[in-house]
């Protein structure tokens, strides 16, 4: 599968944006899904992530009430919804795909990975 994310830019502090990962392939639904995102100069950092129906979500505590993943399945597209932004969440952020394993988070799981989105949240 090949991602494809989308949708960030700069923003100021206290504002809201939504990122977008469009999937090809005709298997969408079987994957679990995340957003992970590296800032400069610091090590890669799960975000969140979604299973496959869309039930489940998961979120590091650093982003938890301000972030929502999402999903739609009939659009191969996993979104991720930020509010209340902060300056600490200036990274690049890349949606990732899983069919194996059930830990939570963790990257080496992931099989694909999309090119990133910039996000850039100024004070």
């Known amino acids: 599968v090949q991602l494809q994310a989308s949708g960030g830019g700069l923003v100021q502090a206290g504002d809201s944006l939504r990122i977008s990962c469009v999937a090809s392939?005709?298997?969408?639904?079987?994957?679990?899904m995340g957003w992970f995102r590296q800032a400069p100069g610091k090590e890669r950092e799960f975000v969140a992530e979604?299973?496959?129906?869309?039930?489940?979500?998961y979120y590091a505590d650093s982003i938890k009430g301000r972030f929502t993943i999402s999903r739609d399945n009939a659009k191969n597209t996993v979104h991720l919804q930020m509010n209340s932004l902060k300056p600490e969440d200036t990274a690049v952020y890349y949606c990732?795909?899983?069919?194996?394993?059930?830990?939570?988070?963790?990257?080496?799981?992931?099989?694909?990975w999309g090119q990133g989105t910039e996000l850039t949240v100024s004070s």
């Open positions: 392939g005709r298997t969408f639904d079987s994957y679990v």
């Open positions: 990732a795909a899983r069919t194996r394993g059930s830990e939570v988070g963790y990257a080496p799981l992931y099989d694909y």
């Open positions: 979604i299973s496959w129906s869309g039930r489940n979500t």
